[in-house]
């Protein structure tokens, strides 16, 4: 079964106004396949655009400041810098950036660690497929029922 949760303070998550720029989306995971079939499920929404990848927390780090995406799919466990530290850090510098914790382990204490860091919504990695929906709702952009089929 799928579980997901989005983090919600005070109200509504702050929506984007819709045009015709897509919204960018950086992809942090540590697993180059896995990157790809995100990369490949998110490039058939013509309202998503990912603007990058990273393997590791530093480099999603460095490639939120340069590359300035509105949404981080950051994976919780990876070398050098973890994804609880670098949501710490984007958030910090950045508090604009939504990020959505993915993991295998989503247990509670996963998700409570990702969100203390800030981020906006944790979905487990087995549930992907869920993820269009999930970055429409914390960006306040539609996913109808054609393009998420």
């Known amino acids: 079964m ?13 929506p984007i106004t819709l045009s015709t720029k897509p919204i960018p989306i950086l992809i942090v995971d540590d697993f180059p ?23 590791d927390g530093r480099a999603a780090i460095e490639l939120t400041l340069s590359l300035a995406p509105q949404v981080v799919i950051m994976d919780v466990n990876m070398p050098r810098v973890g994804g609880v530290e670098a949501t710490l850090c984007i958030k910090q510098m950045l508090p604009e950036v939504h990020v959505i914790g993915l993991s295998l382990n989503d247990d509670v204490f996963t998700q409570d660690a990702m969100q203390a860091a800030g981020s906006s919504a944790f979905l487990s990695k087995g ?9 429409g709702m914390i960006t306040g952009t539609w996913v109808t029922k054609e393009e998420f089929s």
């Open 33 to 55: 396949p896995f990157r790809t079939g995100l990369r490949e499920l998110l490039q058939r929404f013509p309202h998503f655009i990912v603007v990058g990848e990273a393997g």
């Open 2 to 14: 799928c579980s997901w949760s989005i983090v919600c303070e005070g109200g509504p998550l702050d």
């Open 127 to 135: 549930c992907t497929h869920q993820l269009p929906r999930l970055i």
